[in-house]
């Protein structure tokens, strides 16, 4: 693909997921999406062993109005999307966004039941609830973990 198709098509994907202060979840982001093995960070870790195994294939279905995650339907009371640049994202987080697939100019930070999503899977906040997006990327942020989300 050339570069001109890859700037158009991160610019529309952009368009779809979240703007700023958005209330509710993008088209881009319904349907059923598969967790994939968390990005080796070398940084403490909030999971156990236990807790990043269970995560680790399991699928998480996005709707309008909620998330099944655990087993569990969550409400989506609230939702919010940031965009950071490149050099927000590190100062931020710490690391550069490549560490973890994300690619471009602009991450796109979603947030969804901000403080309220510890119910569905324990301790840990509910996966699915904070995400990271690039032009053709998808990333969950679940206790200091980032696992690459794979759309089913």
Known sequence: MGLKMQTIFAL??????ASPGQDSIQPY???L???GSPYDLRQPVGLHAR???KIRNMKIRLAMDHIEVCGKIVQIES?????LSTREFLLQYGFSPRRIGLDGSRITEVTINEHQSRNACGKFEDPGTNLLISAQKVV?????D???LDRL
Request: charged content about 10%; aromatic content about 14%.
């Open 12 to 17: 529309l994907a952009m368009m779809f997921v």
């Open 29 to 31: 982001l319904i349907g």
């Open 33 to 35: 999406w598969g967790v």
């Open 51 to 53: 807790q990043e195994a």
């Open 79 to 83: 939702v919010q999307a940031e965009d």
């Open 140 to 144: 969950m942020q679940t206790g200091n």
């Open 146 to 148: 980032y696992f690459p």
